[in-house]
């Protein structure tokens, strides 16, 4: 199954006590990297969003995840202030002003700037609680997520499909000119070496000179280079429709037809096949561009 690596997912759940929103988006990345920013009262559930979105979105990707709180009033809890604290501090500051000789600048603002002498009472969280509710907006938004990568899988998969059937076209006619250069090229060394012979008057052994003939003519022959390349045709089809995860396959895949290609083009003696080769070779760079957007 193809699935593209970019995307974009979001869902938001009202509670009464508070809404919770999240925000997933990727690019494309050779493994699984995964950023989540959220309130940090709830940071202790990061590595199990991770985990989650790993095993129910996507194996491999560059994920950002953002995870917004929005708290009612009645949830945010209550500030208060130390107060022998407060007493202390003060009375430092004071003695501070007298014993240097400084300004009286001592105001509630001033004293405030030391946020140690604060205090925030928060209800207890209940961290399985937090997670099955946070749980369930992540679910929506993976769904979400999934389905943009769904229809840009199955565009690229278009597009990739065509651009093999544009190989195996041009491997069709590659192998049609290659059986006719093949035949072509025999019969010419043959006549040949027939011919320098003949002219130095050394008698031919019909065997010897077929038997020459032939090896030379299978050193240009490319069959079997053309019978791996369609079995890679093949191969394309079972990976890309199966229900795993293909794009690591897929681009191993296209190394391999690019070989096969390189080599094809090497052995072939014969500018026809040299400027199909040059038209293969473009195609399946453009598959390859285009597997890297897979999972």
Sequence with gaps: MIKSMTAFGRAKVEGLDKDITVEIKSVNSRYFDCTVKMPRSLS????RVKAYL?????????LDVYITVDSHENSVGTVSYDRGYAE??????????????LADDITVMSVARNT?????????????????????VLSL?????????????????????AKVEAVRAYTDEIEKISHEDTVGYRDKLEA?????????????DENRLLTECAIWADKIAIDEELVRLRSHFGAFYEIADGREPSGRKLDFL???????????????????????????KGELEKIREQVQNIE
């Design 141 to 161: 938004a993976v769904r979400d997520y999934d389905e943009m990568r769904t229809r840009e899988g199955e565009r690229i998969e278009r597009d990739i499909k």
């Design 44 to 47: 202790f559930l990061e590595e």
């Design 88 to 101: 202390s501090y003060v009375a430092a500051l004071r003695a501070m002003r007298d014993e240097l000789g």
């Design 254 to 280: 296209m190394q391999e037809m690019n070989r096969e290609t390189n080599t094809i083009g090497s052995k072939a003696n014969n500018a026809r096949i040299a400027r199909i080769v040059v038209n293969v």
């Design 54 to 62: 790993q095993k129910n979105a996507v194996s491999r990707a560059k």
């Design 116 to 136: 140690e002498i604060f205090r925030t009472a928060r209800p207890d969280l209940d961290a399985e609680a937090e997670w099955e509710r946070l749980c369930a």
């Design 192 to 204: 040949r070496l027939r011919a320098i012979l003949a002219d130095n008057a050394v008698t031919v």
